[in-house]
T-cell receptor, first 109, second 115 residues
Framework: DAKTTQPTSMDCAEGRAANLPCNHSTISGNEYVYWYRQIHSQGPQYIIHGLKNNETNEMASLIITEDRKSSTLILPHATLRDTAVYYCIVRRNTGKLIFGQGTTLQVKP | GAGVSQSPSNKVTEKGKDVELRCDPISGHTALYWYRQRLGQGLEFLIYFQGNSAPDKSGLPSDRFSAERTGESVSTLTIQRTQQEDSAVYLC?????????????FGEGSWLTVV
């Protein structure tokens, strides 16, 4: 399985951009990078995913390096409600998501 | 419905009893997944179904755990002779297919407490 490495925790000031890094050096050519977040013990919420190109949606932007060995999730204007555990996952071609421990993002006023 | 639906949302059971947890995936989604999350811990993969293919049961922790799926619709996760360590939230998810580029969507989970 392609394994991901994320910092255990990060802080961000409210209104500033939150940049969450992820390393996935063993990713295979056609495996996608997914980001989910989990607030308290709710079900994981899908944020964004990408293969090679940078992606943007209403929630976030995903920047993937050219060699695809790392990526960064960007929340452009973090709010207190963005405090959560953020998971970076490489989805295997067989379909299932294998979750790591994620990054606990604390947005502070 | 619009999303993945799970029931019951909360279940308290006595040690040794059997429990069934139900998942209704998003309509048209052929792939269905079960995960477990113990308090304060990460998500553990349990099992996944893809269409008529044999399910991937590689994450089931013991033979007390089993799951079934009727066609491409409802799935039931059964835990026999429950133990206290089975206490967790059980999350179901679904996807259009198992292909890597198709998003997986999660339900809100079934909280199981074994007393």
């Amino acid at each position: 399985d392609a394994k991901t490495t994320q910092p255990t925790s990060m802080d961000c000031a409210e209104g500033r951009a939150a940049n969450l890094p992820c390393n996935h050096s063993t990713i295979s050519g056609n495996e996608y990078v997914y980001w989910y977040r989990q607030i308290h013990s709710q079900g994981p919420q899908y944020i964004i995913h990408g293969l090679k190109n940078n992606e943007t949606n209403e929630m976030a932007s995903l920047i993937i390096t050219e060699d695809r060995k790392s990526s960064t999730l960007i929340l452009p204007h973090a709010t207190l409600r963005d405090t959560a555990v953020y998971y970076c996952i490489v989805r295997r071609n067989t379909g299932k998501l294998i979750f790591g421990q994620g990054t606990t993002l604390q947005v502070k006023p | 419905g619009a999303g993945v639906s799970q029931s019951p949302s909360n279940k308290v059971t006595e040690k040794g009893k059997d429990v069934e947890l139900r998942c209704d995936p998003i309509s048209g989604h052929t792939a269905l997944y079960w995960y477990r999350q113990r308090l304060g811990q990460g998500l553990e993969f349990l099992i996944y179904f893809q269409g008529n293919s044999a399910p991937d049961k590689s994450g089931l922790p013991s033979d007390r755990f089993s799951a079934e799926r009727t066609g491409e619709s409802v799935s039931t996760l059964t835990i026999q002779r429950t133990q206290q360590e089975d206490s967790a939230v059980y999350l179901c998810a679904s996807s259009v297919t198992e292909i890597s580029g198709n998003t997986i969507y999660f339900g809100e989970g079934s909280w199981l407490t074994v007393v």
